[in-house]
């Protein structure tokens, strides 16, 4: 079904810890000019100098998430007629996995998964047995460095999601010192290979509606920097088969690696949308635009996803704004 610009009521979103993920805003500012002429996006974030507030048509200046009321929030929502809630953050997901019902009765939808899905993904451990139990290649993770038997060795925190203070191809010995640096500590077995990101969007019925791989070919403080897409069937199938088996909804990401024997690893799955997640949208997973309308009661299924035949590739780099 082609895409159409109406004049409607106000579209009024709100993202929240919007920092300096500038691009994640524009790739929302498009999909909701593709669906009203009356929009107004409010960035939040607790930082009132963050760069994010000038990319957005309205800032507020969020308490943090720690001690902001679901009150406050939907006092915020409603004074500013906001429906729309857009989470970014780790840190705050739970938050709104465990408000969701609650702000839908306020008539607030938000893009985030169920609060148990969640849960797991910022439990490295969790995950592992989750994904384990389901029959899918995770890579084996434990808090118990003697239950590995490899040569060498990843080592992470087991909460939140990202790869800050990882220790990666490290010894045994080494393993062991670097664990000592964290606070809840797991480790893995290093796996050579390729790691690929799979963005995904599933509906609220469940049911994975797209799916774009993409190879992260340089990648700094965990955020790709420099993304190229790319086609695996067996891959994507797998992925969009994991989708639906946990409650997830809306962008979701799986880490993957490929061996050299072409074998698959999952690593860990972020519920949220991502620092190259755009490139993604830009191949055809159009997760807000999605969101928008399923919020609004359109039926996805008469929006077909609609992949790039070239693939494309997203170099990130410093822009400068003159205002």
Not at 155 to 173: D, P, T, Y
């Amino acid at each position: 079904m082609p895409r159409r610009k109406t004049s409607t009521p106000e579209l009024n979103i709100l993202v929240t810890s919007i920092s300096k993920k500038v691009p994640l805003l524009k790739s929302l500012g498009k999909a909701c000019w593709e669906i009203s002429n009356n929009v107004k996006v409010f960035g939040a974030d607790s930082d009132p100098n963050c760069i994010g507030k000038y990319f957005v048509d309205s800032f507020w200046e969020m308490p943090r998430i720690d001690v902001l009321r679901v009150e406050d929030l939907t006092n915020f929502c409603a004074t500013n007629k906001i429906s729309y809630i857009i989470p970014t953050r780790d840190g705050e997901l739970l938050y709104f996995a465990k408000h969701k019902e609650k702000l839908l009765r306020k008539g607030i939808h938000v893009m985030i998964s169920d609060y148990k899905a969640v849960e797991a993904c910022l439990d490295k451990l969790l995950f592992y047995d989750l994904v384990n139990k389901m029959g899918f290649p995770a890579v084996t993770t434990t808090k118990n460095i003697e239950e590995l038997n490899c040569d060498t060795y990843v080592v992470k925190e087991r909460f939140g999601a990202g790869s800050n203070n990882i220790g990666l191809n490290l010894s045994k010995a080494e393993a062991a010192d670097y664990a000592l640096k964290l606070g809840n500590p797991i480790y893995q077995p290093m796996i050579q290979g390729r790691e690929i990101s799979a963005d995904l969007y599933v509906d609220n019925k469940n049911g994975t509606k797209g799916i774009i791989c993409r190879y992260r070919q340089l990648v700094i403080n965990g955020e790709s920097q420099i993304s190229e897409t790319l086609r695996n069937i067996e891959l994507e199938e797998m992925c969009a088969d994991f989708g639906g088996r946990l409650k997830f909804y809306g962008h979701i990401i799986l880490q993957i690696i490929i061996d050299k024997e072409g074998n698959f690893h999952i690593i860990e799955a972020n519920t949220r949308f991502g620092g190259a997640s755009s490139l993604s949208v830009e191949a055809g997973l159009d997760s807000f635009y999605w969101f928008l309308l399923e919020s609004r009661g359109e039926d996805l299924k008469r929006y077909p996803f609609l992949r790039a035949e070239k693939e494309k590739k997203l170099i990130r780099h410093a822009e400068d704004l003159v205002i």
